[in-house]
């Protein structure tokens, strides 16, 4: 794993993962706990994180390019195609918006993978610094997905209102208050969310202070967001992030009516049959 910085940059913060860890589903060598251990990793990913490359998947040759340009913290990578892997059966249809996205990885992989994907928007206040390193990383193993491209940088409470109604909803660590914003567009279009919250003070909405007193306020924001979802038709599914990325790693999924009914998707593709990809790619 990466070189870089000094052993108090290895340190996550000294906090108990708030879901039960998971496997690694895209980069399986990482589930051998000597390449794992160091998945959450702050400094700029580099030749180390070859040892989880193994093949010539799509994602291999995307993997090795962020590599070549150290593109990325390492815990980004890992988590931005972890969190695609639990996303990508949810979030389909024509478009899809990656609200407060920071260098916007995990947005990109559905425009990298997604042969359906129209429209990717990613929307953040900023744009970093790194993120040309990334698009150059995509331009070259995945030269398709700039063009379904679009950013917004803006913050969402202006981004929001302007944004495509049939675009499906990604929220990883959008702190706090973002995560409830990202629950209300979805709420309103009637779209898929995925969210990986954190944060969770200064949440839109206080949870009951019995579940808060009784379960902690982790879980019972997220609980209390569940509900709120449920409540509106939709199917909610917790599942999670490995635990050696991130404490805060559960994972959201929740499907509207329609689409929790009968699988439909959303968008102008709806109901289109999916694709299948290359041979051991992540489609
Ligand atoms: C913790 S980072 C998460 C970035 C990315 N989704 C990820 O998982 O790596 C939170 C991001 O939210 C953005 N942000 C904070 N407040 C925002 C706002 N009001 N509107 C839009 N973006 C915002 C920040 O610029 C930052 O990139």
Redesign the pocket.
């Known amino acids: 794993m990466p070189r870089t910085e000094s052993r108090a940059a290895h340190r996550e913060p000294a906090c108990a993962p708030v879901a039960p860890s998971s496997s690694f589903a895209v980069f399986r060598a990482l589930n051998d706990p000597a390449l794992g251990a160091h998945a959450g990793h702050k400094g700029r990913i580099d030749q180390r994180a070859l040892a989880a490359v193994r093949g010539a998947r799509l994602e291999d040759k995307l993997l090795r390019a962020l590599v070549a340009r150290e593109a990325l913290p390492a815990k980004?990578v890992w988590?931005s195609f972890e969190t695609f892997a639990r996303a990508r059966r949810v979030l389909r249809g024509r478009c899809v918006v990656d609200l407060?996205?920071?260098?916007g990885l995990?947005g990109l992989l559905f425009a990298v993978f997604e042969r359906e994907l129209e429209e990717l928007v990613l929307?953040?206040?900023?744009v970093?610094a790194n993120h040309p390193a990334v698009m150059a990383a995509l331009d070259e193993v995945a030269p398709w997905a700039r063009a379904k491209t679009r950013w917004v940088v803006q913050?969402?409470k202006s981004a929001l209102p302007a944004l495509p109604r049939d675009g499906a909803i990604l929220a990883?660590?959008?702190?706090g208050v973002?995560t409830d914003r990202a629950i209300e567009a979805a709420l309103a279009a009637r779209v898929p969310l995925v969210a990986v919250p954190c944060c969770y003070e200064g949440t839109a909405q206080r949870a009951p202070s019995g579940l808060v007193d009784a379960l902690g306020v982790v879980l019972a924001v997220d609980i209390d967001r569940s509900y709120r979802l449920e409540q509106a038709g939709y199917a909610v599914r917790w599942t999670s992030l490995p635990a050696a990325i991130t404490p805060m790693n559960r994972v959201i999924v929740a499907r509207p009516p329609a689409a929790a009914r009968g699988g439909v998707t959303l968008g102008s593709n709806a109901g289109s049959p999916r694709v299948p990809g290359p041979a051991g790619e992540l489609r």
């Not at 407060?100 to 260098?103: F, I």
């Not at 929307?123 to 900023?126: G, K, Q, S």
């Not at 990883?172 to 702190?175: K, P, Y």
């Open positions: 980004e988590e407060c996205c920071g260098h995990a929307v953040d206040e900023r970093p913050g969402l990883v660590h959008a702190c973002r």
